[in-house]
């Protein structure tokens, strides 16, 4: 009996073991062109395994996921795991030239990771170029097993992914600006699920329909995939609940409308009416605009049907109001309803104790034109953009590798300022001077070393909002606000308790937003700005985070398998 019953602990210990440990999935990604039609326009586009957009990668915390990516067409490609920690994997991150050589023609990549205490929603992109414009999908990461949600269990879930239409090959689009240092042109629809919807021209049969039944609770996942997009959403006469964001948990809070910007996500339960509406309810997304520049004023838009025994034609069709293009003021009021849910089994571990306070400036610039040319951008000079008036030159090897390898000489410097080099009243006029200085500057940080960022817009070529990408982390967004940061009174105000945690943060237009991380993950990360022209423009710095002493906190080798520049 007593043999039978250490048996019995073995095999309960071990099944313990492989349920904490998680499930290993396999995905296969083939990218391959494939022709899509919206708009009457028919292109041949890159996809994953020929979707638009591509499948929806589903997963469970603490699983690890082996996602073989096998290049099929002439451009080269990298995927990045958007919001994904890569503890210690930072191989497999993504971007191309940071972490990574791209994946070749008839080349392979098998991007092996763990999701190590993330769920929630996510999502995947190409990070090379302007591919991501059609290579872009779900990354969903349920909770382990029996872990419940902190709020009431959805009926239902249901991705919505924004996107970008363009009736052009956006790879021609971006490749154009570059020659002549001007702005893109902009899309020509804002898509749900890849679906314009029934206000553009050529489009009615396009149109996402979410069926719904009567008293049931929906969680709508959703993910802004546009390329240069911030977007409000709402749903004509339905109130959202928000439950989460960026994969993080929140104190939950009644809105009819949401701003999400680029790489941003959103859980939102919707509660659908008691009793049949005997109507449709239109949901629609249309641009938040900050910028001098053109863009794309439209209006993608869905149904949101009620199913009935009693077939219904001709229902009355309610229509949401969405906010102004330009108002900062909501954005301003939605932002600071965010609050970590921070409760004992959901913590918000915000460094108190900061070994690094960093001051940042993001924003656009000029650089020279070429002799002899003529180019587009203001007065005669090309475009740029800048954090502390660096505009990164992206290397022909990748960082991560020149890093690991000690031959890093030539490839960077380590010496990326802490501060902007020249101080100028940031949001009042601008100086005369617009150029940026260029660079491949990294910022260093010992393991485990505490940072208080503050990322501070400045009005060279017109105060923006800038939304923020940060890989290999999550971090706190502990204060904003509006004009010049002042280090004296503005800390004062600081949310310590319960503030946000995310991996993306709209820098607000002619204002600042402070962040705090801990830098608890070995590797070279990038940080960017998550519109895709301004990304191009040199928006852009990268994080060397070195290894810590112990061998948990060192990153692992390179995969065999790492493509090759």
């Not at 489009?203 to 709508?220: G, I, M, N, R």
Request: net charge positive; charged share 15%.
């Amino acid at each position: 009996m007593v043999g039978f019953v250490r048996i019995l602990v073995a095999i309960t210990l071990l099944v313990s073991v492989y349920s904490v440990a998680g499930t290993t999935r396999h995905y296969e990604f083939n990218i391959q062109l494939q022709n899509v039609t919206r708009l009457c326009h028919t292109r041949s586009m890159v996809t994953v395994n020929g979707k638009f957009p591509g499948p929806r990668i589903v997963a469970r915390e603490g699983d690890r996921l082996l996602i073989k990516v096998t290049n099929h067409v002439s451009n080269n490609i990298t995927i990045h795991w958007h919001g994904i920690r890569q503890l210690r994997s930072g191989w497999a991150d993504g971007p191309a030239y940071v972490t990574q050589c791209p994946i070749q023609t008839g080349q392979s990549y098998v991007y092996s990771y763990t999701v190590i205490g993330q769920r929630g929603t996510l999502f995947w992109h190409a990070h090379i170029s302007w591919l991501r414009a059609s290579l872009y999908g779900p990354l969903i990461i349920l909770p382990k097993l029996n872990v419940p949600y902190p709020f009431t269990k959805p009926y239902k879930e249901v991705p919505i992914i924004f996107g970008e239409w363009f009736n052009t090959d956006p790879e021609a689009i971006i490749a154009q600006a570059t020659q002549t240092g001007g702005g893109p042109n902009v899309s020509d629809a804002y898509t749900f699920n890849g679906l314009p919807g029934p206000l553009y021209n050529c489009s009615a049969k396009d149109t996402l329909k979410l069926k719904v039944k009567q008293a049931k609770t929906y969680l709508l996942r959703l993910i802004n995939a546009a390329l240069n997009d911030e977007l409000f959403f709402s749903i004509a006469n339905h109130t959202l609940t928000v439950v989460e964001a960026d994969a993080i948990y929140t104190k939950p809070f009644d809105t009819e409308t949401l701003i999400l910007a680029p790489g941003q996500t959103t859980n939102v339960l919707l509660k659908t009416k008691l009793k049949f509406p005997g109507a449709s309810f239109v949901m629609s997304a249309r641009p938040y605009v900050t910028g001098q520049g053109t863009f794309d004023n439209s209006t993608v838009a869905g149904i949101l049907e009620y199913e009935s025994s009693i077939p219904m034609k001709n229902l009355p069709l309610f229509k949401p109001a969405l906010p102004p293009l330009n108002d900062t003021s909501f954005v301003t009021q939605f932002s600071n309803r965010l609050r970590s849910l921070a409760s004992a089994q959901f913590p918000a571990n915000v460094p108190q104790k900061i070994d690094r306070h960093l001051f940042f400036t993001v924003g656009l610039g000029t650089s020279p034109c070429e002799k002899n040319k003529t180019c587009q951008g203001p007065n005669g000079t090309r475009f740029a953009a800048s954090i502390n008036n660096v505009s990164f030159v992206q290397p022909s090897v990748a960082l991560l590798q020149s890093h690991y390898s000690g031959q890093s000489e030539g490839v960077y410097s380590p010496y990326f300022p802490i501060t902007p080099l020249h101080w100028f009243n940031y949001t009042g006029t601008p100086p005369n001077n617009t150029f940026v200085s260029n660079g491949t500057k990294l910022m260093v940080l010992p393991f485990n070393t505490s940072v208080e960022l503050v990322l501070q817009d400045t009005s060279i070529l017109g105060v923006e909002s800038h939304p923020l990408h940060l890989h290999g982390f999550n971090f706190f967004v502990v204060g904003q606000g509006f004009g010049n940061y002042d280090p004296n009174k503005d800390p004062k105000n600081f949310n310590l308790v319960d503030p946000i945690e995310r991996n993306t943060v709209g820098v607000p237009s002619g204002g600042w937003v402070a962040i705090r991380f801990l830098a608890d993950n070995p590797g070279v990360w990038f940080m960017h700005c998550h519109l895709e022209v301004h990304t191009n423009w040199g928006l852009k710095m990268a994080w060397l985070v070195l290894d810590g002493k112990l061998p948990n906190q060192k990153l692992l080798p390179p995969p065999v398998d790492l493509p090759k520049c």
